[in-house]
């Protein structure tokens, strides 16, 4: 099934066929097979705790509620951590929507790619067209099908080719190379972690040893 976004700016309708970008493309992949005592390949397996050898497959899901009844997949819900119910955004491949921007380089530095997409231009706009060869970036909602949560994507051009990364928010905090180290002013003497140094090298705390 073809994947389409369909963007409107002042320019006019932009329209672009995606095809996912493989990090093995363009790669010798090579396959790694576990193989028996004979040279036959192995396959996963599970073994539950009285012996029972489960080949792969085998091994079904299910949704339970708190009196550990089972419950359908359709009747699933989500919810937020004050356990308000999440309901699904409409799926917006193929559907006209204006994309937000330009945003700031940081804003997608700050999220984490999941997915990354080459755009085929069907119809492009002169405006974003313009926008996307002076390096601006775009957020826009990409949601392949109907969902809850709403994961931000990007679209940015260079010289080859126009892009769209499919991310998700980054929660580390970044450290650079030049950060100084913060350390504790109440620490302890006994909580010194250098305080054996002396007794783990062999010249007496000079440091010229190795643990």
């Known amino acids: 099934m073809t994947m389409t976004l369909v963007l409107e700016t002042d320019g006019g309708t932009s329209e672009f066929t995606m095809r996912p970008l493989d990090r093995a493309a363009?790669?010798?992949?090579r396959k790694k097979l576990a193989v028996d005592a004979h040279g036959r390949e192995c396959r996963r397996a599970l073994m539950t705790h009285d012996g029972l050898l489960m080949a792969a497959g085998a091994v079904a899901a299910l949704y339970e509620d708190v009196e550990g009844n089972a419950v359908e997949p359709g009747n699933v819900l989500q919810t937020d951590g004050e356990g308000n119910i999440l309901r699904n955004l409409p799926?917006?491949?193929?559907?006209?929507?204006?994309?937000v921007g330009p945003v700031l380089p940081e804003e997608l530095l700050d999220h984490v790619a999941v997915k990354a997409y080459a755009l085929i231009a069907l119809v492009l706009a002169h405006d974003l067209?313009?926008?996307?060869?002076?390096?601006?970036?775009?957020?826009?909602?990409?949601?392949?099908?109907?969902?809850a949560v709403d994961m931000p994507a990007f679209l940015l051009g260079n010289g080859?080719?126009?892009?769209?990364?499919?991310?998700?928010?980054?929660?580390?905090?970044?450290?650079?190379?030049?950060?100084?180290?913060?350390?504790?002013?109440?620490?302890?003497?006994?909580?010194?972690?250098?305080?054996?140094?002396?007794?783990?090298t062999h010249n007496g705390g000079t440091g010229d040893d190795s643990w």
């Open 26 to 29: 363009g790669q010798r992949n």
């Open 91 to 99: 799926a917006t491949l193929g559907r006209p929507q204006r994309p």
């Open 129 to 147: 067209a313009d926008a996307l060869g002076s390096g601006a970036i775009y957020r826009v909602a990409c949601r392949p099908r109907s969902s």
């Open 160 to 200: 080859h080719g126009i892009f769209l990364l499919q991310c998700r928010p980054c929660l580390a905090e970044f450290v650079r190379h030049d950060q100084p180290v913060l350390l504790d002013e109440n620490l302890d003497e006994e909580d010194d972690p250098w305080e054996d140094w002396s007794m783990n």
